[in-house]
């Protein structure tokens, strides 16, 4: 298989590992390499084939719908893989959009709901409500920026006693986070696809807020197939997806969330997950997936080797 599990670029200094990105910075600037690493449960659990094309490339097609709304941190896409971003400061909050009641573990609301919770991240949610229902208007429901471990739940109010951000830069956050929901929301629906939830983050540069990190992708996203939607929700079924909740579902079939040693996925289980991500590129950005063979890492320090900084 032609996957990319990490990158060694050693003319751009120090290298730095996410769960699933590589990046190096040099100049002021930020150079993020997408690799084919999966994670779910807070673990790296496999590499599937083109996933970091994919996600690279959708964040990008992304960042020019949405530019409009909030400057972002893309400067150039030297590589299918491969992303030139300007080295903001991280705001250590992620802003969860949910326009609907959904999740299987972790920080999800339907998780707390079903066990009886009816405030969750300080928001109030009526009696009656079932697991997929759309929710009367889309909330945030923000978490930490965890660099290790679990992101853990916060409120608008801890926020800011807290000071993370000033109450003027979370304003901001919110109303953008909502802006971006709406236009993604549109969007997707125009390609058959509900944007169930999503998560954004948010840097300073040059003191002003940014948008940065990913955008809508099947990483960060839920995604359901809207044609079926309202029928299978009418039965009592899981929507049909098109995001990694399909892997999340298939480990904790096998009684793992993310504790003891994973189980194995098949091959043929790898490839239709890379099938997937490759048909949800093509669904939002009406584009033909180009599945390069030549070697990836070579193709990117080719390509690299153009790049000013």
Not at 45 to 66: E, H, M, R
Not at 115 to 137: A, D, S, T, W
Request: overall charge positive.
């Amino acid at each position: 298989m032609n996957i990319l599990k990490t990158v060694n670029l050693k003319e751009f200094g120090k290298k730095h590992q996410g769960k699933t990105r590589d990046f190096y910075i040099k100049n002021g600037k930020r150079i993020i390499i997408s690799t084919d690493r999966i994670s779910a449960f807070d673990r790296i659990l496999d590499c599937i084939p083109y996933k970091g094309q994919v996600l690279n490339l959708i964040s990008a097609f992304w960042f020019d719908k949405t530019k409009d709304i909030i400057q972002n941190h893309l400067i150039s896409l030297p590589d299918p893989n491969v992303m030139v971003v300007k080295n903001a400061k991280l705001i250590p909050i992620e802003m969860v959009v949910r326009g609907y009641m959904t999740g299987v573990t972790g920080t999800s609301i339907w998780g707390s709901y079903e066990k009886g919770e009816r405030v969750i991240y300080g928001l109030r949610f009526k009696n009656g409500l079932k697991k997929n229902q759309k929710l009367f208007r889309p909330i945030i429901t923000p978490t930490t920026k965890a660099e290790k471990g679990h992101d853990e739940r916060l409120t608008k109010k801890e926020i800011i006693k807290k000071k993370i951000v000033s109450e003027k830069i979370y304003k901001q956050m919110e109303k953008t986070a909502l802006r971006l929901f709406a236009r993604g929301t549109k969007i997707c629906a125009k390609a058959g696809i509900i944007l169930v939830d999503t998560k954004y983050e948010f840097g300073i540069y040059n003191n002003k807020l940014i948008l940065i990190d990913e955008i809508h992708t099947p990483d960060s996203s839920r995604f359901w197939i809207k044609k079926t939607y309202k029928t299978r929700f009418k039965k009592g079924l899981e929507p049909e997806n098109f995001d990694k909740e399909f892997m999340r579902i298939w480990f904790a079939k096998k009684g793992y969330r993310g504790n003891g040693k994973p189980p194995k996925m098949p091959r043929s289980f790898v490839q239709k997950i890379s099938n997937r991500y490759i048909s949800i590129y093509a669904k939002l950005t009406k584009q033909k997936f180009i599945n390069e063979k030549r070697d990836i890492n070579k193709r990117i320090s080719e390509n690299l080797n153009y790049v000013k900084l």
